[in-house]
């Protein structure tokens, strides 16, 4: 089946330091993906849209500024979240739609993200 | 985007039947309705697609009625794994890029115990 992978799982920076989130779709080509945030105990909150070779869209509230999505190729979106600060810590999930049927999104395991 | 309601929370005995339902009222022609399962500290789990009357897969049920403007899970026999939350979520296959972005509501927590 399809496969989404997101990697670092767990990053721990400091306060000020920029981390870099990397979402790659292994076995399918992916012209867009999304990016949620959540926090605990929360419903996953749709942060951006990324479009293979095109800027990525922001949801509303969300800085694009402070979250730069880039979506270099068709396998991989990153997404870097620049001048952490501790309330980014969060839980970061990628996906993507497989295109193995309608709305059928494949998840990334998730980055969970702590700044101190 | 069509806006899904379910119930916060539920609780079951193992080896129950459980059933969740999703409000999703304002749902268009096009939309399907697909539900998704989340482990804590996992993302999202696909768990099954429907756009109308029922579908049946290795996990679940998924009963739609003929107004479509709700949907039911249905888990055969819960066990302790199951333990999770749940999110039915609504949207066009049709449409693509920024268009296709699909929300999540607050989801469905099941408590699954002995």
């Known amino acids: 089946g399809a496969v989404v992978s997101q990697h670092p799982s767990r990053v721990i920076c400091k306060s000020g330091t920029s981390v870099k989130i990397e979402c790659r779709s292994l076995?399918?080509?992916?012209?867009?993906m999304f990016w949620y945030r959540q926090f605990p105990k929360k419903s996953l909150m749709l942060m951006a849209t990324s479009n293979e070779g095109s800027k990525a869209t922001y949801e509303q509230g969300v800085e694009k500024d402070k979250f730069l999505i880039n979506h270099a190729s068709l396998t991989l979106s990153t997404l870097t979240v620049t001048s952490a600060h501790p309330e980014d810590s969060s839980f970061y999930i990628c996906s993507a739609r497989s295109g193995s049927g309608a709305n059928v999104l494949t998840f990334g395991a998730g980055s969970r993200l702590t700044v101190l | 985007l069509a806006k899904t309601t379910q119930p916060i929370s539920m609780d079951s005995y193992e080896g129950q039947e459980v059933n969740i339902t999703c409000s999703h009222n304002n749902i268009a022609t096009n939309d399907y309705i697909t539900w998704y399962q989340q482990f804590p500290s996992q993302g999202p789990r696909f768990i099954i697609q429907g756009y109308k009357t029922k579908v049946t897969n290795e996990v679940a049920s998924l009963f739609i009625p003929a107004d479509r403007k709700s949907s039911t899970l249905s888990l055969p026999r819960v066990s302790l794994s199951d333990t999770a939350v749940y999110y039915c979520l609504v949207g066009d296959e049709r449409k693509t890029g920024t268009a296709s972005k699909l929300t999540f509501g607050t989801g469905t927590r099941l408590q699954v115990t002995l």
């Open positions: 076995d399918f080509q992916a012209t867009t």
